[in-house]
Each structure stands twice: as C-alpha cells, then as structure tokens.
C-alpha cells in the first residue's frame, strides 16, 4: 500500500492548458473518487499518476516519491480500464496471469495469485473460459483480477462501469467496495457518475474545468457544499436552486424569491439586500395544509418514493422544482400543493461568487 501526492500539477496540450496546479494528498489504503462532468480533467490526472500522459508541471509522489520521471511498469500502479482491455485469444487464466508471466515471475507465485484472485471476484468456474464467452460484467471483474494478481501498491480505475447495464453497475458498485475493504489497497477511481462517487468514497474530489472545486466525505459534499458547482452536481435529483435576495430583520433570515420568503437558518456571511442563490434539496422539500404554494407538473412513482416535479409562477416569473415524496401520494398533475421548508436544510451561496455563505 501506498500514499499518493499531486503537487502543482498542470497539464497542457500545446496552448491550451487542461489541469491548473492541482495538489491533494491521498493517505495508504484510502479510496478516492475523483468526479466531475466530462471534459473536467480527472481522467487526464489519472493518466497523469499512471505514467500515460506526460505531466506539464508539478510533481507526482507515491510513498513520497517523485514519479514524474518513471516508466508506467515502474510505479507499482494497476489499471482497470472502461473497455476491459482483455486479450481475446488468452484464457481467463491467461489474461489474469500475463503481467506476472511479462516479469518471469515463478510459476508457482503466479499460480497462487491467480487462484486467490480467482476465489476472490468468483471467477473460479470460468477460468478456462476465453473474453467472448463472458459477460460485461464478468469481463471487468476479469479485468480486476489481473489488476490484483500484480499486489500493486495502488489501484486505478478509470469509469469501469460505464459500459454495464445499470443493474450490474449497482453489483459491480457494491463487488469494487468489498474488494477494497478485504484487500486496504490504496485506490483512485475515476467517475462522472456522482451516484457512483457517493456510494463508494472514503474522500471525493469534485473536479471542474480542470481545478478542484471541493474535497470532502461524500456526507461532507452533500449536506456542505461549499459552491454552487458542488451543490448541483452532487445529489440526485439534482438540488433546486432558486435566485433572490437576502432578507435580515430583526435576526430573522430568509431569501426572497418568486414572491414568497424562503426560511434560512444561521448563515456564516452575507447582507441584507444580497442577491444570492438559494438551494434545497428534493428530499428536504415536505407538502403541508399551507406554505408556499405550487402547482403539480408531473407525477412519477417509483415504489418507496413519488417524485414531484412542481412549478412555481409569480408574475412574469416561473420556476420548476423537484420533490421527494418517502411514500405515496394523492396529489395529480394540475393540483395545487403547498411547501414546507426546514430552514435548517436550506443552503444560500452568493449570486456572483457562488460561494457558500
């Protein structure tokens, strides 16, 4: 197992300049999730620790050495890749087994690692099997299994699930965790799916444009953004945001948006008469006898829970809003309900900054 540093990293391709002095500290046998939106610079720096892509700046260190200057085979580094990257005239076996039998390692290690590996991810009865008769999702875990037989100090995974079914991404999800859990290994993953993120962090980093926006547990992000940025990205359904302005009278709070006050509880800045952004999540959102009203748009049942997509009018203003129903509900699309808001789960971030205040 292994610690990883990025310090100053930057990352350009002729003038165009894709990572701007990135530094953060992973600790031994800690799973990280770096996420963002496509084009945001995380598999960039993956590639950049796995010895794919040159570093422009900055230094990368695994157990505090600096690695810039060495080979991919050289850094004790495994990838799993999206596309499985198996050998398709190879065995199971085979594949597994390749990196070992590259270093000439003895027969009898191989085949030690290989098995463990094999009882680990359940791949014993399929061993002797070739890519093509496989499954995408037992195609990955083959792809994990010769990425464990290396017992590399760090794991690196580059979106892995991105080409499963969605029930098998949920398996895969919970098989990659339990996996970490037996073996401590070091582990940086790579997703834009913050559903991914949040189910399998020790620490996510939340990347944009090729700057990190927020590091945090995955419970941090959620119930403290720091941004706007976090605040949407982070969560599904994604947060409603409304714009306003701070309303502070008499030590009450409240932002003042589409005709209505919206309750706030103890900010750490911000003054009266500012124009801010106001968020609350779908699930913090709870219908009541009176509140602020809004009419229903659209009514979706999932079983355990009723989603609600609501509108909001005043004037020439109208604004749509997500609710999370824990349970049923009698309410059709055309109805007017009315909004109940626990101040305390409310997040305001400034209207130009979109810092959190």
């Keep these: 197992m292994a610690t990883v540093s990025f310090r ?9 300049k894709v990572i701007h002095g990135i530094g953060f500290d992973i600790a031994d046998g800690e799973f ?35 690695v810039n200057d060495l080979e991919s085979k050289d850094r004790d580094i495994a990838m799993v890749f999206q596309s499985y990257a198996l050998y ?5 076996r085979d594949n597994m087994a390749f990196s070992l039998k590259l270093r000439k390692a003895d027969p009898r290690l191989i085949a030690e690692r290989v098995a463990n590996a094999a009882r680990i991810l359940n791949l014993d009865p399929l061993l002797e099997r070739f890519p093509k008769e496989l499954s995408g999702g ?21 979106e892995p699930l991105s080409n499963l079914d969605a029930k098998l991404r949920v398996a895969m999800r919970a098989e990659i965790k339990a996996l970490h859990q037996r073996l401590k290994t070091t582990t940086v993953y790579v997703t834009h799916d913050q559903i991914e993120a949040m189910t399998m962090a020790d620490r996510i980093v939340v990347m944009h444009d090729g700057i990190i926006e927020q590091i945090g547990t995955p419970l941090d992000l959620y119930d403290r953004p720091g941004n706007l940025f976090v605040a949407q990205f982070i969560g599904s359904p994604a947060m409603n945001v409304l714009q306003g302005v701070l309303q502070k009278e008499g030590g009450a709070l409240a932002v003042a948006a589409l005709g209505a006050l919206w309750p706030v509880a103890g900010l750490g800045s911000g003054n009266h008469g500012q124009q801010v952004h106001y968020g609350i999540r779908p699930g913090d959102l709870t219908l009541a006898p009176a509140g602020i009203a809004a009419q229903v748009v659209v009514v979706e049942p ?3 829970e009723t989603e609600l997509l609501l509108q909001i009018n005043h004037g020439s203003q109208s604004q749509q809003l997500t609710l999370v129903l824990h349970g049923r509900t009698t ?5 007017t309900v009315h909004l ?18």
Excluded: N, W
């Design 138 to 158: 037992q195609r990955q875990r083959v792809a994990m299994g010769r990425a464990i037989v290396r017992d590399p100090k760090v794991f690196l995974f580059d």
């Design 302 to 304: 999932t079983g355990a």
């Design 88 to 92: 398709p005239h190879m065995t199971v």
């Design 32 to 66: 990280v999730v770096l996420v963002g939106p496509s084009g945001c610079g995380k598999s960039t720096l993956l590639r950049m620790l796995a010895g794919l892509e040159e570093i422009t700046a900055g230094e990368i260190l695994i157990d505090d050495k600096v």
């Design 331 to 335: 309410a059709q699309p055309g109805d």
């Design 8 to 16: 100053k990293i930057e990352k350009a391709y002729g003038p165009v």
């Design 340 to 357: 109940a808001i626990d101040a305390a789960k409310a997040h305001v971030f400034d209207g130009e900054s979109g810092q959190r205040l």
